[in-house]
């Protein structure tokens, strides 16, 4: 891919970012927002290795990315 800084907005069950976080380079980050963490799996991140390439935020997408300063990235 050659980004280094992904946002996944509505994760669910994790499929998908597990997925572009196995895709990323070891250097790269992403950022995985859902309004609950009742159906993640952070436990899979881990058993696939990249657990530290994915930063789980939970609330309101829209503040989230507001308030971690994304908005110059995706304008």
């Known amino acids: 891919m050659g980004c280094k800084r992904c946002i996944e907005v509505g994760?669910?069950?994790d499929y998908t970012a597990l997925?572009?976080?196995l895709a990323l380079p070891s250097d790269s980050q992403?950022?995985?927002?859902?309004i609950t963490d009742q159906y993640v799996?952070?436990?899979i991140?881990?058993?696939a290795g990249v657990s530290d390439r994915i930063t789980l935020k939970?609330?309101?997408a829209?503040?989230?990315v507001r308030s971690n300063g994304f908005i110059e990235c995706v304008e």
């Open 58 to 60: 939970i609330g309101s």
């Open 11 to 13: 994760i669910f069950t």
């Open 41 to 43: 799996r952070q436990d």
């Open 30 to 34: 992403l950022i995985a927002c859902d």
């Open 19 to 21: 997925t572009i976080a």
């Open 45 to 47: 991140w881990k058993k």
């Open 62 to 64: 829209i503040e989230l």
